[in-house]
């Protein structure tokens, strides 16, 4: 990789990652859409290893308030989930996967903008976790279903619970693509390039996290959203 691409993909990296250290999501919304155009083969493994690497920060700082139980059941629905995925990749080409691979970033981007509004039920937690669990192991777009559960929480219950409930939905989403054969050392040495960029944005972020917890969440996930519309 050249260094010029190394420095625009980390700085796309940063960009991602700090937003989604503020808001809970938006990492593989942000960053997915362009490495992919650059390089297939950054979807889905390194990008799920980076919603595995970056949600585990995430948990580190905001740990006292993950919703468990939300957790629990979302986890029940992403496996049925993760096994309709699993079955989806193994009887599709490649190309085929390309064009899945954009529906459901336009799916994620609409669930991301629309005024759906729920509540952390056991109804809407576990079928957020199922849908979590296919557009998650097929694309990494996994935190999307969760964020419209937990859009009207706190700043710091939708972060910490989404970056359990991602930890926890991304390691079963490797699993299953190992068990497929989809995981590689390729994967590993694209999730490399990420790394720096990931760990930059994550600290760049606990500057802005008092503004934004200030009633701003929402806000900025419909800013994410938006920058994604007219990308």
Request: include cysteine.
């Amino acid at each position: 990789m050249e260094y010029l691409t190394f420095g625009l993909i980390t700085l796309l990296v940063i960009f991602g990652a700090f937003m989604q250290s503020l808001i809970g999501l938006g990492y593989v919304l942000l960053v997915a859409p362009f490495l992919v155009l650059y390089d297939p083969n950054f979807v889905p493994v390194p990008m799920l290893l980076c919603g595995l690497f970056l949600p585990l920060l995430m948990v580190w700082r905001d740990h006292r308030s993950i919703d468990f139980r939300g957790v629990k059941l979302a986890i029940c629905g992403r496996v049925l989930g993760n096994l309709i995925a699993v079955w989806l990749i193994t009887i599709i080409s490649r190309n085929s996967f390309m064009l899945v691979f954009g529906v459901l970033v336009i799916i994620a981007v609409i669930l991301s903008v629309s005024n759906l509004k729920f509540r952390p039920t056991v109804v809407s937690v576990t079928i957020a976790g199922l849908f979590s669990g296919i557009m998650g192991t097929l694309a990494g777009l996994g935190g999307q279903p969760m964020a419209i559960v937990y859009q009207n929480e706190k700043g710091s219950v939708i972060r910490g619970t989404l970056s359990g409930f991602s930890i926890l939905g991304t390691v079963l989403s490797l699993l299953f693509l190992e068990v497929a054969g989809r995981f590689t050392l390729n994967d590993l040495k694209l999730f490399s390039y990420m790394v720096p960029g990931i760990v930059a944005g994550f600290y760049l972020s606990k500057y802005a996290i008092s503004f934004v917890d200030k009633g701003y969440i929402r806000k900025a996930m419909l800013g994410v959203s938006f920058l994604l519309t007219i990308s």
